[in-house]
């Protein structure tokens, strides 16, 4: 089962972005973190709402930095998944196109695939707590 879990946008000046949705449109920060190529995510809320947006910052030099061109805004898509490797096995099988293969970072699997139009998806999964 995957569940729509929030949408990702990319920012060309992270603080900027996160004044401007703290500011104006009222939302307030739940959680924030690096990545392992250096980029950044910022997690936003709004009040009495589940649905969350990710601000996300990709340093030059990033494997995911690409020059900024109007219209690509949307960075991708997030599915909450119980197990991210076969939910990317089934779907890049039903005709998704692989992005980056599953790959582990601290208690959490990803994975990614885009749509027709080249909207990427990503698939997150925990890890299971070794026993």
């Known amino acids: 089962m995957m569940k729509l879990l929030y949408a990702g946008i990319r920012v060309r000046d992270l603080e900027t972005s996160i004044r401007f949705y703290r500011k104006v449109m009222g939302m307030k920060i739940s959680r924030r973190g690096t990545m392992s190529h250096g980029g950044v995510w910022v997690e936003l ?9 990710e601000l996300n910052w990709y340093p030059p030099g990033s494997k995911f930095h690409t020059p900024y061109r109007r219209g690509e805004e949307l960075d991708h898509l997030a599915f909450r998944v119980t197990d991210v490797d076969r939910a990317f096995e089934e779907l890049t099988a039903k005709g998704a196109r692989a992005e980056v293969e ?14 027709p139009d080249g909207i990427w998806i990503e698939l997150l999964g925990r890890v299971p707590a070794k026993s």
């Open 45 to 53: 809320q709004s009040a009495g709402s589940p649905q969350r947006l």
């Open 102 to 115: 599953p790959f582990r970072e601290s208690r959490y699997a990803f994975a990614f695939v885009s749509d």
